[in-house]
C-alpha cells in the first residue's frame, strides 16, 4: 500500500497542480460569455490522459520495449512548452483583462497550457498507471487482502494528489493575485528543472550528450532530488497561504454597512481557514513522502542465525524448532573458513521448505519473511513456497538432507561444496 501511495503521489501531483494553476491565472467569463478557447486546458488534459493509457499498454504487452523512443520527444516537447507556459503565466494578468479586445492572446495562452498539462501528464502518467500490473503477485489470488491495499495506496495516492490542487484553489480568493501568481510560476519552473533533469539524464543514457565537471554534478544534484522537487511544487503554495493571512488581518471588520461589514468578517475567516488548510496539507505532503520513501526503501534486516545441534558432521534440527510455519536461519562454517546460511521452513501438507540462504540469480542476500512470504532481499521478488527446495530462479539453492523421527539432519559433507555461493 505504501509504495503504492509514495509513486503515484508524486507523479500525478505536478499535472495536478498545473492543471489548477492554469485554471486560476487563466479562467475568464461566465456562461456564455467564455473565449472558445475556454476548454482547451480540459482537452489537452484528457489528451495527455489517453496517450498515457495507450503507451502505459503498450510497454504493459511490451509492444513497446524501448521506454526512451517515446520519452526523449517527449521529454523535449515538455521542456519546449514549460519554457511558453512561464511566458503564459507571466503574461496571465495582461492576457485575461480586457480580453476582450485582444481574443487571439488569449487563445494563444489558452493553447499553450493545453500543451503544457498535455505533455505534462503525457509523461508523468504512464508509471503511476503501471502500478495497476503490481496489485497482484505472481501466483496470487486477485482477490486478496494485498491486493486490496495495493489498491488503496495507488487510489489514495491519486486522491491525495487532486485533493491537494483543490484546496491550493481556494486561495484564490483569499491571496493577492502576485502571491498565486509567483507560486504557480515556480510551480512551472520547478516542472522545467524536472523535465529537464529527466531529459539530459537520458540523453546521456542513450549516449546522445556527454557532460563533464560542474555540468554532470548539477545533473546528478538535480537527479538525486527529483523527490524534493516534488515536495517544493506544492510548497510554494505557503506564499498565497501566508498572504491569504495578511489580506485577512488587513481587512477591517467595518464596513459602510452591515452586510458590507458581514463580508469582511466572512473574508476574514476564510483568509484563515483556506491558509490553514494548505499549510496542512504542504507538511502532509511533505512527510507523507519523505517518512514512506525512507520507510519503502528500508532496507530489512535479516534476522539471526538460531543454534542447532552440530555432532560428527551432522547438523540437527527438530521439528519443534521449525513448527510454526515461519521462516528460521541457520548458520554453518565450512571447511574453508567461509560462514554459510541456510534457511529452513515449514510449508502446507507438513513438509519443509529448506535451502542455502542464497539463489543463483541474487547471490548470498539472503531472504527475510514479510507478511507471511518469503521475500528475496536484493530483488524483492516473493518466493512460492511450494517452490522453496528445488531448484531454479531465485528460490534458495537446495542441497539434500533427510527428515525422520521428529528432526531435519543435514551432513555436513552436502553444505561444504556449496560455500562457494557466501563468497
Known amino acids: 500500500m505504501l509504495g503504492q501511495y509514495i509513486q503515484a503521489l508524486p507523479g500525478m501531483l505536478g499535472p495536478c497542480l498545473l492543471v489548477m494553476s492554469m485554471s486560476v491565472l487563466l479562467t475568464v467569463g461566465e456562461g456564455r460569455d467564455k473565449p472558445i478557447s475556454a476548454n482547451w486546458r480540459l482537452y489537452g488534459l484528457l489528451a495527455g490522459l489517453a496517450g498515457a493509457f495507450v503507451f502505459a499498454g503498450l510497454r504493459a504487452t511490451a509492444i513497446v520495449d524501448r521506454r526512451s523512443t517515446v520519452n526523449l520527444p517527449a521529454l523535449i516537447a515538455c521542456v519546449i512548452f514549460d519554457v511558453l507556459a512561464i511566458v503564459v503565466v507571466l503574461a496571465a494578468r495582461r492576457l485575461t483583462r480586457d480580453w476582450h479586445h485582444h481574443r487571439a492572446a488569449l487563445h494563444i495562452g489558452n493553447a499553450v497550457a493545453a500543451l503544457a498539462i498535455a505533455t505534462t501528464t503525457f509523461y508523468a502518467t504512464p508509471d503511476v498507471i503501471l502500478q495497476l500490473t503490481n496489485f497482484v503477485e505472481p501466483g496470487d489470488s486477485p482477490f486478496t487482502s494485498d491486493m486490496l491495499l495495493r489498491a488503496l495506496g495507488f487510489l489514495l495516492g491519486i486522491g491525495t494528489a487532486v485533493v491537494v490542487a483543490a484546496i491550493f484553489r481556494t486561495l484564490r480568493s483569499t491571496a493577492v493575485r502576485w502571491s498565486f501568481t509567483l507560486a504557480a510560476l515556480l510551480v512551472v519552473i520547478i516542472g522545467l528543472i524536472r523535465h ?228
Open 196 to 423: 529537464a533533469t529527466e531529459l539530459f539524464s537520458l540523453m546521456m543514457n542513450m549516449l546522445i550528450l556527454v557532460l563533464h565537471g560542474p555540468a554532470f554534478r548539477t545533473l546528478i544534484l538535480f537527479h538525486n532530488h527529483m523527490l524534493e522537487m516534488a515536495i517544493a511544487q506544492a510548497a510554494v503554495f505557503v506564499i498565497p497561504a501566508v498572504a491569504s493571512v495578511v489580506a485577512g488581518f488587513r481587512m477591517p471588520r467595518t464596513g459602510a454597512n452591515e452586510a458590507i461589514a458581514r463580508s469582511h468578517i466572512a473574508f476574514k475567516r476564510r483568509s484563515k481557514f483556506t491558509a490553514f488548510w494548505s499549510v496542512l496539507v504542504i507538511a502532509a505532503v511533505g512527510v507523507s513522502l519523505i517518512w514512506g520513501t525512507a520507510e519503502a526503501n528500508k532496507t530489512p534486516e535479516l534476522t539471526p542465525p538460531e543454534a542447532y545441534s552440530l555432532k560428527d558432521g551432522v547438523a540437527t534440527i527438530t521439528f519443534a524448532q521449525v513448527a510454526d510455519g515461519h521462516l528460521h536461519r541457520f548458520e554453518y562454517k565450512a571447511k574453508d573458513g567461509t560462514v554459510m546460511r541456510f534457511i529452513v521452513i515449514k510449508k502446507n501438507g507438513g513438509a519443509y521448505g529448506i535451502g542455502l540462504d542464497a539463489c543463483e540469480t541474487c547471490g548470498d542476500a539472503g531472504y527475510y519473511e514479510k507478511d507471511g512470504k518469503i521475500i528475496c532481499k536484493r530483488c524483492d521478488v516473493a518466493i512460492n513456497l511450494a517452490t522453496i527446495g528445488f531448484k531454479g530462479g531465485c528460490n534458495p539453492i537446495p542441497f539434500p538432507y533427510k527428515v525422520s523421527q521428529g528432526k531435519i539432519t543435514i551432513q555436513t559433507s552436502d553444505l561444504d561444496p556449496l560455500s562457494q555461493n557466501f563468497k
